[in-house]
């Protein structure tokens, strides 16, 4: 496959998926709302960036036109019912149906460890009804589910890391709650391999790492290496169930 359409191509995941394809020789069209955004991938060679609006369906097909399958990235983690609906479950089906009508039959698509109708979070429930979607979009599609992605730029261990050079203590929620971090250089390794092996069609993935963590051992981590505090961190205190 040597034409992508990368959906989400802008973001954290995204700009190392980017990477890696540019390196395999693979043209790869990363449409944004505003190109600005996309100005850690702009320089790589046969990524092309176009500002268009991927939640409307004809956009949609004119940008698949010419490639062999997309990738959907698109993801929101805070707002409202709508508003996730919108990112995690109407998109895809808008992407699944562009696609048959460009006549692009390969896709991959990135859901979340936990995605389910009946799960406790508003994500998690729109993610199962994007997969849904996939699923039932007739397409040779493959899905992931990855567990929290970290790496240098990542949103979710350097928020704990900068908490902690303001705060002297960090009071934590949920401290107990177990993860399984997967790096993003991995989960971008196992989406191109997606890609490129036609036996993952038709099956759902979950990508984690090898080791799990509570929360609390994770937001600790991210003060020592950070080296906040002379490389302790702060203490944590956790807070206990509502």
């Not at 399958?69 to 479950?89: C, K, P, T």
């Not at 089906?93 to 460890?113: E, I, N, P």
Request: proline fraction near 5%; glycine fraction near 10%; hydrophobic fraction near 45%.
């Amino acid at each position: 496959m040597k034409n992508i359409l990368l959906l989400g191509g802008t973001g954290f995941i995204g700009s190392h998926i980017c990477e890696k394809l540019a390196r395999l020789q693979v043209r790869v069209t990363v449409p944004t709302r505003r190109y600005e955004a996309a100005r850690n991938i702009i320089p790589l060679p046969l990524v092309t960036v176009l500002e268009s609006n991927i939640h409307d369906e004809a956009t949609l097909t004119r940008l698949l036109d010419g490639h062999d399958a997309a990738i959907n990235l698109v993801g929101e983690l805070h707002g409202s019912e709508a508003q996730l609906n919108r990112a995690h479950a109407e998109l895809p089906q808008k992407l699944a149906r562009a696609c048959t009508a460009a006549g692009v039959r390969r896709m991959v698509h990135l859901s979340a460890v936990g995605a389910g109708m009946e799960a406790p979070s508003r994500y998690l429930r729109s993610k199962a009804r994007g997969e849904t979607a996939v699923r039932e979009s007739g397409l040779a599609a493959t899905i992931l589910r990855p567990s929290v992605v970290f790496g240098a730029e990542d949103s979710f261990i350097n928020m704990f890391a900068r908490l902690q050079r303001v705060f002297p203590v960090l009071p934590l929620a949920g401290s107990g709650a177990k993860f399984q971090p997967v790096w993003v250089e991995d989960l971008a390794d196992a989406v191109i391999a997606c890609l490129k092996n036609d036996d993952t069609i038709g099956h759902t993935y979950e990508i984690c790492g090898p080791d799990v963590f509570t929360l609390k051992q994770l937001v600790q981590m991210a003060g020592q290496y950070a080296g906040v505090n002379g490389g302790r961190g702060r203490p944590i205190i956790g807070l206990p169930h509502p």
